[in-house]
């Protein structure tokens, strides 16, 4: 496990595909505007986040938590 102080873009971009993927799934309730509008603020957000860690299983496979 290991803490990340950098927000690359493609971990930036890599995250926001995760956000916008589990937003649909489960916020049924938002519309495709208003969720493409909320996703405008969330590369910010992400930069944002004091502590952020990566764990990797046996595979060798990212899965980064916030």
Known sequence: MKEIKDRPASLIKHLLTV???S???T???LSEDETENIKEYIP???????SLTIIENENQIRQRLL
Do not use: M, R, Y
């Open 19 to 21: 956000w916008e993927s």
């Open 23 to 25: 937003v649909k799934a």
């Open 27 to 29: 916020h049924l309730f």
């Open 44 to 50: 910010q957000a992400i930069k944002e986040i004091p």
